[in-house]
């Protein structure tokens, strides 16, 4: 039997999609494994015409959102391009101003897509969606949408800001980091796509490599573009300069030192040594030759076109005007803002750090063990981890609401310190003798050494050494006092171990999202059996998060689902358990607050 499109835009529109999301997973889990990019296609009729539906999603069936939520894309898109501040620009010649007001047409277009987007009330609630600019196939402007995990796009460092000004009439959009750079290549190339005749009838495949050196090569040209924008042979050339003075050797050694990216006034840049006249850094041989001023401490100070001289320092920023190149040896260098790794680059392929298992899970998790806890305090204590894990011998790290006291409590058996806060490097001398360290949740250490109490524990494991067994006694008598409490135990042989380790939280409207549209299935006239599978599967998988009240509703929607199948004589179908709220589920905790409400 052949297939069928009702919401018809062109003949290969499923194939092109696939194409799309394919090439989008084959890049991004390069970068971030955790990422699960989709992609779904959305087609704006151009012109009016009663043959044709004002607008078409591919897929069409059993998506979370369908076609007809986009008819009134084109009046969001009116009223949105009125507020871009280039269509307040006028060009003196008719062709220029014929091209500026198609390209903020499609751009608003855009932009129409993605509000209407976020406003769904069945959006997912955990993914970040970024669209292609459209381009016109058989009368629709198609963008290609392509989401992803938010947890895991901010788990790497990431800008606030993703555009600049250029002008009073103009802005220029730039990248938040590397992932960002690779989803606009993504779509940019999809955006080509459609061009083709037939999309995805014949389809052009770049390699997952390929993409991201042309996102690592964007994100610094933009980078360099927020702190000089008026040479241009400064900023595009950012990228070949950075990676070929990682390339020399200077008397036969590896390359080491740092550059200062920022603008020549920058407030607080400090100059030891000023070069007359600059020196251009494209000159790659004298530029390796005065790196090794900075190869102890100091940076050579640029905006992307001129060294100007050598300072000595650090500026601390947080203000995205100020970056930093670390040259790591042959071929290998480093983008940083404000301490933070945007992009490495080895050998010509720039990457990202693979995340630690247990990081992404530990960053979630300090805000609920801790509330209030500052995301600088949280980065100092992940650095701490990370230290001790690259110890090699066993650390027993422990974070108490209560540091202070607990240390005091137990000073007969530990070496009490005045408080101070932790660097990885100071910890890594901590740590060389037995007990553990006792750090409030600012990276205050208190007391070191410490030998843990706590009450026999029936979750102990015998098989894991005393350090773990200690650690879980002592986190079970702490919460049993209605302290909150952390434990980061490192074997000597490896691995890491977060005591506790409770699920990650979970925002409450997923839930009864997912209660809801179950109810609705069990009620309509003719069920997405697809839809039904994928449902009840994803509410299996988050049984735990279930209320008592959400069981029974559950519960009743199924039977009904599943009576309803019987009654059509169904060969193969799948009994279902009966959900039974957890008696550990504590909403306080396991529940993530919402987004607040714009």
């Known amino acids: 039997m052949g297939r069928t499109i009702d919401h018809f835009m062109w003949g290969y529109q499923d194939m092109f999609r696939i194409h799309v999301e394919v090439s989008a997973e084959s890049a991004l889990k390069r970068l971030e494994v955790g990422l699960q990019p989709e992609v779904f296609l959305v087609g704006i009729l151009e012109e009016d015409r009663r043959d044709r539906f004002p ?3 591919e897929p069409e069936n059993e998506h979370w959102i369908q076609s007809e939520t986009f008819d009134g894309a084109r009046e969001i898109a009116a009223s949105i391009c009125k507020n871009y501040v280039e269509s307040q620009m006028l060009q003196s010649h008719p062709l220029a101003q014929q091209r500026q007001d198609d390209a903020l047409h499609r751009r608003s277009i855009r932009d129409a897509i993605l509000e209407v987007i976020e406003t769904h009330q069945a959006r997912p609630l955990d993914r970040t969606f970024f669209a292609s600019i459209p381009e016109l196939v058989d ?6 949408v392509l989401s992803v995990r938010t947890d895991a796009l901010n788990a790497h460092h990431r800008l606030a800001s993703g555009e600049v000004s250029v002008h009073l009439y103009r802005t220029m959009p730039v990248a938040k980091s590397l992932i960002d750079a690779t989803i606009t290549e993504i779509l940019d190339e999809a955006a080509d796509g459609l061009l083709m005749p037939e999309p995805g009838f014949r389809t052009r495949t770049r390699e997952a490599e390929e993409t991201i050196r042309a996102a690592g090569r964007a994100l610094t040209i933009q980078t360099a573009y927020r702190v000089n924008r008026r040479d241009i042979d ?6 070949e300069s950075c990676d070929q003075i990682s390339s020399l050797k200077y008397e036969q050694a590896e390359g080491h030192g740092r550059l200062l990216l920022a603008s ?20 790659h041989r004298r530029v390796r030759k005065l790196l090794e001023l900075s190869s102890g401490s100091g940076s050579l100070h640029t905006d992307s076109k001129t060294v100007f001289g050598f300072i000595e320092g650090d500026i601390s920023s947080n203000s995205e005007d100020v970056f930093e190149v670390v040259f790591l040896g042959h071929h290998q260098w480093e983008l940083r803002h404000s301490g933070e790794l945007l992009m490495g680059v080895r050998f010509g392929q720039p990457y990202l750090p693979k995340l630690v298992g247990y990081e992404l899970k530990l960053r979630k998790d300090l805000p609920r063990l801790f509330p209030g806890i500052s995301s600088e305090a949280s980065d100092l204590l992940l650095s701490l981890v990370r230290q001790a894990e690259r110890a090699r011998h066993g650390t027993l790290l422990v974070v108490s609401a209560n540091a202070a006291s607990e240390s005091e409590r137990l000073k007969n058996q530990a070496t009490i310190i005045e408080a101070r806060s932790l660097s990885p490097e100071l910890l890594d001398h901590l740590t060389g003798i037995d007990g553990a360290v006792v750090v409030d949740p600012n990276g205050y250490c208190h007391a070191i050494g410490v030998i843990l109490d706590g009450h026999a524990s029936a979750h102990g494991n015998p ?8 650690a879980l006694r002592y986190i079970q008598s702490a919460m049993e006092r209605g302290i909150s409490t952390l434990a980061i135990v490192v074997s000597e042989d490896g691995g890491v171990d977060i005591i506790p380790d409770p699920p990650p939280a979970l925002k409450r409207s997923l839930i009864l999202a997912a209660v809801n549209e179950i109810e609705q299935i069990s009620t309509a006239q003719q069920s997405p059996n697809r839809r039904y599978n994928e449902l009840y599967d994803w509410i299996r998988r988050h049984r735990f998060y279930l209320l008592e009240a959400d069981c029974e509703r559950i519960n009743a929607a199924v039977k009904e689902i599943e009576r309803r199948h019987d009654e059509e004589g169904r060969s193969i179908w799948v009994t279902r358990e009966s959900f039974v709220s957890d008696p550990r589920m504590d909403p306080s905790f396991f529940y993530e607050a919402e987004d607040p409400v714009a």
């Not at 009368?139 to 290609?144: F, I, K, N, Q, T």
């Not at 840049?269 to 850094?281: E, P, R």
């Open 55 to 57: 607008a078409c999603v």
């Open 139 to 144: 009368g629709y402007l198609v963008s290609a």
């Open 234 to 239: 400064g900023f595009q050339g950012f990228y």
């Open 264 to 283: 020549k006034e920058r407030e607080g840049v400090k100059t030891q040594i000023a070069f007359a006249g600059g020196v251009d850094l494209r000159d």
């Open 463 to 470: 098989g894991r050494g005393a350090r773990y067994n200690s």
